[in-house]
Structure formats: C-alpha cells, structure tokens
C-alpha cells in the first residue's frame, strides 16, 4: 500500500501507545490550564470580586454555611429578606453550589491553607470548567475516540458559549452544572453501552448532585427518558438499557426527593412524568419480551401485545386523570412557556422581563459558538453514519438543544457542550481522513468510483437522481411501478452517501496539506475569537464598570459598591430599602440592609408593590413605603454616564408588573405620550412625570447643567430646565458618576399636616385653600 | 298633606334626572340592539354615552376606518372589536344592560377626538360608571385606556375587558375550522406517506433531514422571529437587521443556508472526496476549499454588520 508520507517504522506498538496515552495527558493539563487561564480576565482586568446579581446571594449564603456550619446553614431563616415576610433559605435554594465551595473550604483549611471564601468562591468556576473539559473529553471518547475527545475538550475549555456563565467571579449554580451535565451523560451513555448497574448508579448519584446544584437538572430528567423512548421506538430495546435506565430511575429520583426544595416534585408534577411513564413503559416491554422468549403459543402472544398495549394507554389515562384531578401538578410556567413562547409575556411578566429569558438572535449563536456553528450539523449526520445507541442520544440532544436555545439566551448554555462533541467528532473525522498516510489503492477497478461519482452527482440535484449503471437493470424491470418508488430509490442512494462500506482514502500530499491548513487556520481563528469574546464582552463583573479615558487607560466606575457601603457605613442596621428587584442581593450582600424584593423572585405580588410605588405619584407611593417601614429607596440612574441598563429603561416592566396586580390604577398606557413614544423630556406624558421613579431619577439633575439644557444621554432626550421637586423624599446619597441615587423616606409630619403642605409652608407659600386630600382609605382598600 | 306635596315637588328634580337617565340607558340599548353590540356614535350619543352621571360602563373604539385615512391597524383590530361586542350580547339581559361598547369613528366625530386631544388610532377607553351600584370603589371616574401590548386578538381583548364589566365577556375562540381540516389532512397525508414510503422511513436520510433543517433554522434563529414577530424584511428591501440582538425573518433563510451550506462543503469533503478517483479528488478538495473560504468570509462581514465592534475579517470586510 502506498504511502503519501514515511513514518517511522522502528517504534514498537506499545511504545507508541504509552507516547500517546501520555501525550494525551499532557493534552489535558494543558486544556485544563487554559480553560482556566481563559476565565481569569475579570480577576486580572478588575480584581477577585463576586459578579452580577445572583452571585452576591450565593457568596453570602456560602459564608453562613463557611462560618457557622452546616446544620445551621439548613435551618437559616433569613429575615431580611423580603421584608416583612423573610425567607426560609435552607428549604428554597439548591444547596449543592454552597456545599460544594463549603467543603473545598474546609479541606483547604484542613490542610492549613487559610484562603478566604471570597477567593475559592471566585475561582470556583473556572476550576469546575477544567472539570467540565475533563467530563466532555470522556463523553466523547465514548462516541468516537481518544482525539475527537481531546478537541471536544479544548472547544469546550474555550468556548464563549460556556465561558460566559463561568468566568471568575461568576458564583452561580451553573458555574457547577454543566460538569454535573456532562458527567451524568457519560456515565448514563457508559451504563447503556455495558449495561452495568454500577455505571446506573453513577448516572444516578451524579443526577442527585445536578438536582442539589441547578434548576436545570429537569433538563437531564427528560433527556434521558427521551432518548430511552426513542431507542425502544427503533426496536432497540435491550437488557442493558433496562439495567441502566432502572438503575438511574430508581436512585437518582429517590436521592433528589433528599433536596427539600425539590421534595416530592418527581412524582407531582408534570417535569417529572415523562421520566416516571418511560419507566413504567420499560417494565412492560421487558416483561414482554420475557414472556416471548419462554412461551411459543401464537395466541398467547397476540394477547400478550394486545395487553401490553391495554396497560400502557391506561398507564397514560392514568397520569391525564390525575393531572387533570390535580394530583399531579401541571407544568409550572417557567418550563411551560418554553413550549408556548407567549405564555410568560401574558402571564407571567416578571419571567419574560430577565434579559437572559429572551429569545436568541442567530449574531448570538455566531457569538457564542463561532465555528463550531457550522461543523456541529456535520457531526450530526456523522453521528447518523454510526447510529450506535449513544449517537442517537447526542442526535436528540442536538435538535432539542437548539430549540431551546432558540427560546431563550440563557440555554445556550446547554446547548454548547453537544455543540462541542458534535463538531468535536466531524473535525476529529476530517483529520484523521486527510491525515492518515495510506493512499488509495491504485490496483482498484474504477467502476465503485464511477459509482461514487454519481451519488455526489445526485446530492446536487435534488429529488431526479441520476441512475447509476448498477441500478440501471433492476431499474428498467420495475418502470410501470409508480414514481414514489423512484422517489425512494433516490433516497436510498442519497443515504447510501451514509453507509461507509470501504476505507476513506486521500491520494496527493498537496491536497492533504491544503485541508489540514485549512482545519489548523479554523483552529487558530476560533481561538482569537474566544479570547477577544471573553475579554471584551463577558469579563465584566457589571458590579464594577470599566470606561476608557482619552488617552486609552482604563478608568474604573465604582459606583456600586460605594454606594452600597455607604449605605452600610450611614445607616442603622434594620432600615429597610427599597429597590427594584434586580438589586436585592447585592443590597443584602454589600450593604448587608433588609430589603423588600430580591432576585429569588418568589412573591410576584410583593414586587408588584414595590412596581406600584415606583410608578405611582408620591402621595399614592408615601403609604404604601410608610406601611412596609421603607426608610431608604435605591435606584440606578444612567442618565448622566450613558449607562443603559439603569431603572428607568426598566421602569416599564415594573409598570407592567404592577398593572397585572392593580390595573385599575396603573395602566401602561398613561407611561406613553398620546403618539405612543416612551419619553422623558418635556414632551412626557404627565404620568409619567408624576410618577416617583421619575421623579427620583431626575431629581435636581438640571442643577448639573448650571442653566444649559439637560441631556439624558442614555435616551439622548432634552430635559426641561426645571427638574421635579420631591415633597415626601429627600436625597440622602448620589454616587460620583450619579449612577446610584439613595433617598431617604421622610417620617410623617409632627404637626399632623401633610407633607406637601408642610415642605409649602416651609419654603414660604400660601396654603391653597383647596389642598388635596392623601387618598388613604382608597390605599387601604387595594392593598 | 302639604309637607308631602311639598317634599315631593323638592325631590322631582331627583326623579326627573334619574328617569331621563333611565330613558337615555333605553335609548343606548335600543341602539346597541341595532348595532349588534356596538353602538355607532356621532358626537351627540358620545355625550349621551359618556354622560357625567351615567349608571354604567362604557369601552369605546376610537377608530379611523375610512380608506382616506390609511389606518390599516384600524381595519386590522376592528373585526375583533365587533366579536368581543358581539359575545357581550350573550350576557343576561341585567347585566348587559349595564356596559356598553361603542365605535367611533374619526370622520363622524372630529370634535371629540379633537377634544378629547387623539392624535392616533385606534384607541380604546374604558368609561366606568360614575353614579349608582357599579361605580368603582375606589371612586375613579376617569376612563381608562386598554393596552394593546397583547396584541389585537379577541382572547387578550375581552380578558382585559372583563375586568371592567360587571360580569366575565361571555367570549369563546371560535374553533379554527380551518387549522382542524388541515391537521387532520396532513396527518392522514403523513399516514399515507408512511404507508408508501417505509424504505424511506425507515432509511437514515429523511431523519437526518428531519434533524439537521430544524437546527439550522433554530440556529438561524428561527424562534427569536417566532416570539418577537419581527417582519420578514423591510419595505425598503433592507432585509439585515441593526443591532447584534435583532434580526428579520430573511435573515433566518440566508444564515441557516449560509451555515447550510458550509456543512454541506464539509460533508463532502469527509463523506465523498475520499471515495473518488485521485484526479477527482483534486479538483474537488480546491474547490470544496475556495467554496469554504468564500462562504465563511462572507458569514464574517454579516456577522461584522451586525456587531460593529468585531474585529475579524477575512477576505472582504
């Protein structure tokens, strides 16, 4: 056979194959290293802070379980939050984030290394992403070999799409789930292929732990069901995938009964019933095929199918009734309006206002997935090419995947690491054919060429394949059949493209070089896109800006956490702020004050009211922050630095939040002018200049102007010169940048008049006779 | 006996009000009746409608439907003003009898959208009732708008409305005939398919088919323009969106054959050119090769027009 290239032939096998399996290794180390390396930005551009928003609820929770243990952890009530009602924190998160830092903690210091559970919480993620590189080189050894392994490991390692919801700093429950993910899946690919029940209970224990740590495990809840069903579809059931599948079943739903908050959910509610009908239907087709294999007698087995089938449409009768009785809970809405994508828009506002729940743009998939984007479809059909039991799972994976990061930006996340071993595996196909040395066989017959020729021919043109001179005399037996059969001769011809019945072989070291440069320039490209991506777009901590300065240094905006802590350092320890949602755990996290509404956005009807005091004039609005004890009220305010994500570019979901609870006296509508804008300038419907969040944010801002006209430079609007005044509020705090605004709830008037009238007299005015009344009565009834 | 007489005589105003408003309450049912529902104001019966002490509660359309006026919103929410009008004569007479719908239209009534300060259609208010058992606790007598957030489907309409009515609108969607015929057509058709078309069930091309399209277009971002409703492209023929999280309908086609297309490229290059002859393979390996740079290049500067600040080209920017 002849050789494009010379290897050397003085090597022993084994020699090679120790070289490899420690090349591999090394391989590894060094994945792991720049999976890691490649998430240190936000540390070395800022410094070792916790990012974001959820985060800081994480830390601080983290901290409880660090300092006082465990048990105490559990039982935490934490009062602060939500004011009045608290919360119960042990019952309502999923610990395995906390639990997972806390032990590392305690090893650590086992071991006499004091490091601070700031720092392992900040550098918990990338140190689960080189577990995650690890993870997915097993996973797609499994599908292919050790090299695809090792490229789906680096695409994972450095992939935007995964990169960015674990950079440092980024303490959030999937900075550890998509290593649970991907170890589930292998080890429930691994107990299918063996039929182990060991490899079951991996697969199960794995789950247990994906359930302790992330929302998301509904995800592998219906994967591996899916993927079961789809297998009995195709006649493939077997004993092995029984053993795997109970074995999963059984243990991981009882060990994820353990996490409270996630209780007795795996057989009351809808998420749940997939896996629990796949695991009935798998007792009977195996009971079936039992009875097959030891009884012979025809009629016994038509009316063992026709049984089969009674049980199994009563089984499912079963599981509707009680869904419809509501023994079973339907499906939540957070997973429902993933099907119906309206849903939560009509329904449930405040899940279509996060920013991640909305739908995905195709720039985002280019973003995230670059490359990768177009290779992952080849190793779909690749898969198709094998189709062993795995291959078909990485298959559903891919079309389920897609969609649902179709839905919503936040699932790109699951979506990335199949993206990663499909396109892992057509790369991993493409070198190894241009790369292996063996040349075609020169001595064989041109007619399969020919042959092969014809079917590329027949990929061009759809739907009139060419005949083949093979096909060609069976072909002229069967003219008067009808055309249909052609049809699917044509498409038989077409899928034989994915039966592989000889060696791939590549003539020419030219055109061998040609591919594999091309391959290696993909390579290189994809790896300056992940680093300008990761340092540019998804590095930032968002608690700490960054801007640049004339001359290109970088300038930091710190406004936040000044702000906060001057809260921290200025007021007594139990006053109550109020804030948007958005902004409750880092409040309680940096200021370490109460607050009204956080991100664990449990009680819709809580944030309403803090959305109806915002949007409301600020003698509706008094009451309502007097009765919940309110002392301080927060807000963003970009309109002076141009930041864009600040409350009043929000204000209109939390109007439309309060409208679903009061639509009697907020309506979105009266937020627009009469032409239907969104305005802030002069030409702003009275609403909405009335309304307290207006009026906080632009309060005094003109005085910044000395007399020039005011620019919002976020809405690039003109503001009158005028500002609003505040009779019920005082400003207590503005930051440097003025991003955030702190006022201070004024008390009630000693004299017993109200306080507009007061602040009137006490600048001197004559009381109007007619003065408004304060609307008490009217408060007290709605709320 | 005069005290009596007297008493009354100070209380006919009173009765002489609420019979006129009795009277006027028939006059708006009658015309309800006539209207099918939807009472057809000129600027008089508005008055009457939305008289300052009226006992019920009135949604009126403010509309523009004359063709002069091109207002083709107007045209598009008028049919589902009428069927959620329509339903409402569905209710008990007692009930119905105490909410009113009404149209307005622009070139009837220039005065009151003039004074009522309109500057768009269509609009729609709701009048609650000012006087008598359905007013509103909280006193308000202000009419309210209905947000068209929702869109201008019936289902959300009469929702919305009910909160103002006295009862829940008696609405039901009408079944979509239509949807049900074409289901149940291609389901059989499928049957059928099926039946005549097992070797290509049951061969590995038309899943892969079924796989591969639906992620492309997913990719492509086929759901963002489901959920948003973003247009296909344009009137202007600009089919590219601004903005790296915008994108129209075109879009979705061009990436998913952009994206497409390169895997297609690749394919060969893995599943064809290594099984043909070596003179073949040549050719195809650098044409397979040109084909790659040019796509990717041009997916490079598509993606450069939607994220300016990319830096990355390859051939052409």
Known sequence: MALAYSLPSNLAPSTVQNTASFLRIIALAFISGAAIASRLFAVINFESVIHEFDPWFNYRATKVLASQGFYEFWNWFDPTAWYPLGRVVGGTIYPGLMATSGVIYNILHALNLPVDIRNVCVLLAPGFSALTA?????????????????????????????????????????????????????????????????????????????????????????????????????????????????????????????????????????????????????????????????????????????????????????????????????WTGRFYSLWDTGYAKKYIPIIASVSEHQPTAWPSFFMDLQFLVFLFPVGVVLCFRELRDEHVFVIIYALVGTYFAGVMVRLMLTLTPCVCVAAAVALSTLLDTYIDPRMPDTTDTPAPDTDRVSVAGATTSEGTPKKTKKDKTPAAEVTQKASINDFATGFEVLGSILEKDKPPRVAGLDSRIVVVGVALYLLVFFVQHCTWVTSYAYSSPSVVLASRNQDGSQHIIDDFREAYYWLRQNTREDAVVMSWWDYGYQISGMADRPTLVDNNTWNNTHIATVGKAMSSTEEVAYPILRKHDVEYVLIIFGGLMGYSGDDINKFLWMVRIAQGVWPDEIQEPNYFTPAGEYRVDAQASQTMKDCLMYKMSYYRFSNLFGGSTPVDRVRNQHLPTTGPTLDYLEEAFTSENWLVRIYQVKKEDSLGRDLKSANAFVEGKKRKRAKPPVRRKAIVASS | MLWTSFLALLLLPLTLVSATLEAERNQLVKLAAAGNGVIKLDESTFNLLTHPKRTWSAAIQFTAMDKRRKCSPCKEFNPAWDTVAKAWTKAPTEHRNTHFFATIDFDNAQSVFQKLNLMSAPVVSVYPAAEGSRKLASGKTDPSKYDFSNGFDPAPLAEQLSHHTPIPIPYRAPINWGKVASTILSAAALLLFARFCKPVLTGRLIWVIMTVVPSLAFMGGLMFVQIRGSPWEMQNGQWLAQGHSNQYGKEVQMVAIIYGSLASAFLALVLVTPYVSPARQRVQIYTLILIIAFIYSSLLSLFRFKNRGYPFKMFFS
């Open chain 1, 134 to 330: 690890w993870a997915t080189y097993m996973f797609t050894k499994e599908l292919k070999d050790e090299s695809a392994g090792l490229l789906a490991a680096a695409f994972i390692g450095i992939v935007p799409g995964y990169i960015s919801r674990s950079v440092a700093g980024s303490y959030d429950n999937e900075a550890i789930a998509i290593f649970l993910l991907m170890f589930t899946f292998y080890s429930w690919i691994k107990a299918l292929k063996t039929g182990s029940a060991f490899f079951g209970t991996i697969a199960a224990l794995f789950y247990f732990y994906m359930v302790a740590a992330w929302g998301g495990y509904a995800f592998i809840t219906n994967m591996i069901p899916l993927h079961a069903l789809v297998l009995i579809l195709m006649g493939r059931f077997s004993s092995r995938l029984y053993v795997a599948y109970s074995s999963w079943y059984a243990i991981g739903t009882l060990a994820s009964m353990q996490v409270p908050f996630v209780g007795f959910q795996p057989v009351r509610t809808s998420e749940h019933m997939a896996a629990l009908g796949v695991f009935g239907l798998l007792q009977i087709v195996s009971f079936a095929y039992l009875v097959k294999a030891h009884v012979s007698s025809k009629q016994f087995q038509t009316l063992l199918f026709v049984s089969v089938v009674t049980i199994g449409i009563l089984g499912t009768l079963g599981i509707v009734g009680l869904t419809y009785k509501g023994y079973i809970a339907p």
